[in-house]
């Protein structure tokens, strides 16, 4: 996180470094600094060089930014928002990062898409990151995750949990409820 610097993925750079969740337009926000980390950290094992990222609700990119760092020159990170202007905004926003070449290179992409479909052309993904609430888990999403691969995903309408969904190398599903949260919807 430290190499991608939060000032060009917010409205108000100033506020940047405040550990909370901040209306990016749109109905969309980022979340807090903590929750990124919380979900980098559960995610770390499946984001090393050469994997293959899905940022479903990419929505400021900063997270899609991050990821393609992690994985790297070998690795592909793809960036799923529904909203255009979040779209066009989170490329301008990459392209003045770190990761900026990435992208350059095809390594990083953000499509406009609906997220609870997920982007089926690049799957499967070792790793999937949710940054919306689903009221349920979207099927598509868990086709799309690559045995051995992981999904962090908020879970619910009023009363949310960060889900995290093994895919064994079997193919069965291991679903862990991991904590409480609140986030905007994935609609």
């Known amino acids: 996180m430290s190499q991608v610097d939060r000032k060009f993925f917010v409205p108000i750079a100033k506020n940047a470094y405040k550990d909370v969740a901040q209306v990016i337009g749109y ?8 929750m990124h980390s919380y979900c980098l950290s559960l995610l770390a094992d499946h984001t090393k060089p050469g994997a293959s990222v899905l940022d479903i609700g990419s929505g400021s990119g900063y997270l899609t930014a991050v990821f393609g760092l992690m994985v790297g020159e070998t690795g592909r990170t793809v960036g799923v928002e529904r909203i255009p202007e979040l779209v066009k905004r989170s ?79 079997d193919g069965t599903v291991k679903k862990t409820i991991e904590i409480g949260v609140r986030y905007v919807p994935l609609v």
């Open 91 to 169: 490329i301008d926003a990459i392209k003045q990062t770190p990761a900026g070449h990435l992208m350059d290179k095809g390594r990083i992409v953000v499509h406009v898409a609906d997220g609870k479909l997920g982007n089926e052309e690049g799957a499967p993904y070792d790793c999937i990151h949710v940054g919306a609430a689903a009221a349920e888990l979207p099927e598509a999403l868990v086709q799309q995750l690559k045995p051995g691969g992981r999904m962090v995903i908020p879970v619910g309408t009023d009363n949310q949990d960060l889900v995290i969904i093994d895919k064994l190398l």
């Open 27 to 34: 109905g969309a926000t980022i979340s807090a600094p903590h």
